[in-house]
């Protein structure tokens, strides 16, 4: 029962640190800033609850149950912050500005085929194309957004596009 509780737990933060990605690019805000808040309230967070989590853990040892919590506290502070900010930004508060598109570029993924045991090689039929662009906004701060084939093909550098930014609940702004 604790072994299915602990996997559980693993695969919540897993899901809660691909959030707080996607919602570290709407928010534009230098990147250090709630990095830093989460691991010190992390930080905080696991000496506090240390002994208490030593059943949970499963880890008898101090430093390392130390670490382990002050990971997975930081992981669900900074998604918290993130989420707050986020689902905070009241539509009032909305203002639309013009960016520049700088640059646009295409990554392509090549699909990979197994020709022998243990032997792979690159597989041509099966491409994956990422479309991404790069906005300048009036600040000079930089935006990257990501765009279907035909957008890329109508897209232009030097164009402006209209970007609405919004205020957050805690003072950083979002793109919406």
Do not use: Q
């Amino acid at each position: 029962m604790l072994t299915a509780l602990r996997v559980i737990i693993i695969i919540i933060l897993v899901i809660m640190a691909a959030g707080g990605c996607f919602l570290m690019g709407r928010t534009h805000v230098a990147p250090w800033l709630p990095v830093g808040m989460a691991l010190t309230s992390g930080v905080l967070f696991a000496m506090a609850i240390n002994k208490a989590m030593r059943t949970l853990t499963g880890i008898s040892r101090n430093g390392l149950r130390m670490v382990v919590l002050t990971a997975g506290c930081s992981v669900l502070v900074f998604f918290a912050l993130l989420t707050a900010n986020y689902a905070g930004a009241p539509s009032h508060t909305a203002t639309t500005v013009r960016a520049e598109v700088v640059a646009k570029k295409v990554r392509t993924e090549y699909g990979t085929r197994r020709v022998g045991r243990g032997r792979y090689v690159r597989d041509s039929s099966r491409k994956i194309y990422h479309y991404e662009y790069t906005l300048r906004l009036p600040d000079g701060s930089t935006l990257v957004r990501h765009t279907d084939a035909d957008g890329y093909v109508k897209l232009r550098v030097g164009r402006h596009e209209n970007v609405e930014l919004r205020r957050g609940a805690l003072g950083w702004t979002v793109a919406r």
